[in-house]
């Protein structure tokens, strides 16, 4: 198109036909005509035929609704010129206008980190790897309610039970498939006592499957390396809810 328009091959004029109307002479002849064959034995010779001569005389010295006009076509009117594009090819205008904008990042602070010797911040509400909190005493915060096992939507956990000496309950058995869990935080959610939390720990992975069924001593090992970053978190946790309540 451009080098239509450079040897002057482009159209300059289009003629632009409008629409006619549906009553034009040629018709209002054919009516006459028409009308006059199939009425002949039936309807007086001069009234049908001198009321439709007129009809087509008025139409005739009447002045056109619809006339064609020559409307000027330029596709090129809007666009570049030849000599700007003569200009962006040999003076290569595009590629020092990149080269301008990498010299433009290039002295600016880098937005990424080098993981995994950099870490980004996390969200005190962020789901990682699961872990059974004690109290300060040592005691097992579990109280056996079984309230996680009930609302985990993917049965991961799996619980059992026995009665203590004064009349509580506590967990013989905790076990959590990590090959189910979806980390949706439902469990942690649920727990009346803040026993079952969801750390921030994302770097877990094992060799075997085996290694991602989790046991209770498992749970408490984890809670215990991570209390401290566990209680921070769970106090950000609720200043957070109680800012937005």
Not at 47 to 74: F, T
Not at 146 to 160: D, G, H, V
Not at 167 to 194: L, W
Request: charged share 25%; aromatic share 8%.
């Amino acid at each position: 198109m451009s080098f239509a328009r450079i040897v002057g091959l482009q159209p300059r004029f289009v003629v632009a036909a409008t629409r006619l109307p549906h009553t034009n002479p040629l018709f209002a002849r054919r009516l006459l005509s028409s009308s006059v064959c199939s009425h002949a034995q039936h309807a007086p010779s001069g009234g049908l035929q001198s009321n439709l001569e007129e009809k087509v005389n008025r139409h005739q010295h009447s002045p056109a609704q619809h006339d064609v006009h020559v409307v000027e076509a330029n596709p090129y009117r809007n666009g570049p010129s030849a000599i700007d594009k003569a200009v962006h090819l040999f003076f290569f205008t595009e590629i020092l206008r990149g080269m301008w904008i990498v010299l433009e990042n290039f002295f600016r602070p880098p937005y990424t980190i080098m993981y995994p010797f950099e870490k980004g911040p996390l969200s005190p509400r962020f789901r990682g790897e699961h872990a059974l909190r004690r109290y300060p005493s040592g005691e097992e915060r579990c109280i056996a309610c079984k309230l996680c096992e009930a609302i985990c939507p993917a049965q991961a956990i799996t619980i059992e039970s026995e009665p203590r000496q004064d009349g509580s309950r506590k967990t013989t058995k905790y076990d959590i498939d990590m090959t189910k869990c979806i980390y949706c935080g439902f469990c942690q959610e649920a727990c009346p006592v803040d026993a079952i939390v969801e750390t921030q720990n994302q770097e877990f992975s094992t060799e075997t499957r085996e290694e991602l069924l989790y046991n209770k001593e498992k749970l408490l090992a984890n809670g215990d390396r991570a209390e401290a970053e566990i209680a921070a978190n769970l106090q950000g946790d609720h200043h957070c809810s109680h800012t937005s309540a």
